[in-house]
């Protein structure tokens, strides 16, 4: 049995880390206009009944000693607009179908294969630099659909942003019907990301950072 040791202070400095390359002056200011990310469809699977924990591990539920089962990836990314300003205080949620194609929802197919150790949906508040963080697995296709992972986001006075992550390269892509709707190649890449097997990670762990560019503009 593989087991991970998993150490909530080491998750919380290697998210400490992850931020360091948000520290380049400028890195965003120069440039004129981000795409905006494309909205899409919130689905039907959004948890009817939140889990006991909603923090930013997916792979490990509260205190629990076993882990999900998945290819582990570290999700991250900013809430920006098209200037790239940060929006701060956004509330980003994720929610995914777990390694046998079952979401935490109770009409989701797969329900009996469903694996208790993956918490199915997390959320993370960005801060100054709108940045989140999650730790959860890379998505698996289920009947109908390629791999994704759901996002929304949500914010004081504003109406609740929903759109969804794809793999990049992943050959289901491009007979998904939600995918293929996204015509402009530029907006299709917006939503496209590549999972990156982490240099070094004796677990074979994957990193994957997805923006999402919105298009409004972040309260002063
Ligand atoms: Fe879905």
């Not at 990310?37 to 591990?57: C, S, W």
């Not at 508040?125 to 992972?149: A, C, D, M, N, Q």
């Not at 402009?184 to 917006?190: E, H, I, L, M, S």
Request: hydrophobic share 35%; with cysteine; charged share 20%.
């Amino acid at each position: 049995m593989t087991s991970i040791c998993y150490d909530r202070r080491r998750f919380l400095a290697r998210a400490g880390l992850t931020s360091l390359w948000l520290a380049v002056p400028g890195a965003f200011a120069e440039q004129l206009a981000l795409t905006l990310t494309p909205r899409q469809a919130e689905g039907p699977f959004y948890p009817d009944k939140l889990p006991l924990d909603t923090d930013n591990d997916l792979i490990i539920i509260n205190d629990a000693a076993t882990p999900s089962v998945g290819e582990i990836t570290w999700l991250s990314g900013r809430i920006l607009n098209a200037r790239g300003e940060p929006f701060r205080n956004a509330t980003v949620e994720i929610w995914q179908c777990d390694q046998n194609g079952a979401y935490l929802h109770s009409r989701t197919s797969n329900r009996e294969k469903r694996d208790g150790n993956f918490q199915g949906f997390g959320r993370f508040v960005t801060g100054s630099t709108g940045e989140y963080l999650f730790r959860t697995i890379k998505p698996v296709p289920y009947p109908g659909r390629t791999p994704h992972i759901h996002f929304a986001v949500k914010m004081k006075g504003r109406e609740k942003f929903t759109t969804q992550c794809y793999v990049q390269g992943h050959p289901g892509n491009e007979r998904d019907g939600l995918y293929k709707a996204v015509r402009d190649p530029k907006v299709k890449a917006a939503i496209t990301v590549p999972f990156v097997a982490i240099a070094g990670s004796p677990i074979g762990e994957l990193a994957a950072k997805f923006d999402i560019v919105l298009g409004l503009t972040p309260p002063a």
